[in-house]
């Protein structure tokens, strides 16, 4: 690897000097709209976008900052995932936000902020890089939920994603904490040497693995660690939400390749059954607990647990015996960010039925769609076809990937769980099936005009269109993510 400093970070340093551009060019911003703010920061975040996608089609791997970050495949490849998703969400939320009187500066600031904790925790090569930047990210993400001050609910969602998200973070810390103390160092590389020649505590280690998993799913929001994620995707405006369930998901899923396979991947015996019970219970307890659902915001959340099923049975099955299948890993990797694709179009149509005073976020609020708008009728069918993995969709790829990946592991009890995760799969397909009945088959409660941006209408378009174009044409995302995996496992 060839040793980069400034040049590695070129990314990170671009997004904090756009924050704190945006910040101070609020300020003198007139505009009730704030297109100045809104079009600084999409202009910022195209730059950054195009530098992560840069440097990762270089091929490039180096260090940074005496080592304590990697600038590697992996890490700007999910990197241009989230800065797209945030990017995403802002135009979806620019009306909605306006609406509700929370398009303010703040709420690009935080965005960026928030973004800038994601990009240092995909490149942390240190546990304390790592934890930076999820303190970083998560105290964002409080104050986005926040923003509206004068609505009940969004200020307790913000108290208990706070209160819960600390109590998170303390585990992780604790956990990160006895793994030092079992390797003695806090370096990733280090720590993987150490732990691979067997030269640790392994009683110290094993409690330490306990308190990462724990804070690792909450992060996620896998089973039992969960409780927040319906509240706070309810509660909070749902720009927010979206922000929430999209871009920090591909942060939670790089710190838990970057501690969990390239530090601790010697001690895989010890998390693997941990994460697939996390799996298990996670795809029975969302998939069962959507379908009591009315409120289409809270549905989702259950959704997304169950979703987050299959990308811990992905990171699961990555070592089977002695053997290393990075297989696993990428499947779970297209998994998720095909996942946030999806996500930023069902919660992104949310926002753009919208209106003041009327939050589009119960499954009435999508009666008879198909009448008063064909397009984002179309545009939502595509996006729950997605979900409930049905072909032609990128859903449907993605499932039959992280299948595959558990049945190439010869294990019959791998085997089993892809049985069980197809049987799960089959009672959630009917959540996701009722919405696409409301739209095309129910009549329509509210016959008022959907006045929709043009920009939020052709970002629309195009997303739903990627989430179909994916799914028949899946093989070219398919390859960069086995090549930055397969870049990450061998550095």
Known sequence: MNEMNWHAVAPEILLLALACAVTLVDLFVKDARRRPTYWLTMLGLAGVAGLHLGYFNAGQAGYAMQRLVVSDQFGHLLAFFATVAAAVTLIYGQHYAASREILKGELFSLALFSLLGINIMMSGNHLLVIYLGLEVMTLSLYAMVALRRDNLLATEAAMKYFVLGALSSGFLLYGLSMVYGATGSLSLPEIFQIVAAGELNKQVMAFGLVFIVAGLAFKLGAVPFHMWVPDVYHGAPTVATLFIASAPKLAAFAICMRLLVEGLLGAAVDWQMMLVVLAVASLVLGNLAAIAQTNLKRMLAYSTIAQIGFVLLGLSCGVVGATTQSTGYSAAMFYMVTYVFTTLGTFGMIMLLAREGHEADTLASFAGLNRRSPLLAAMMAI???????????????????????????????????????????????????????????????????LPVGGDARAVMVVNGLAVLVFGLLPGGLMNWCAQAVLNAVST
């Open 383 to 449: 996006f729950m076809f997605s979900l409930a993995g049905l072909p032609p969709t990128v859903g449907f790829y993605a499932k039959l990937v992280v299948l595959q990946a558990l049945v190439a592991t010869g294990d019959t009890f791998y085997l089993g769980l892809a049985i069980a995760a197809v049987m799960l799969s089959l009672i959630g397909a009917f959540y996701y099936l009722r919405v696409v009945k409301l739209m095309y088959f129910d009549e329509p409660q509210d016959s008022t005009p």
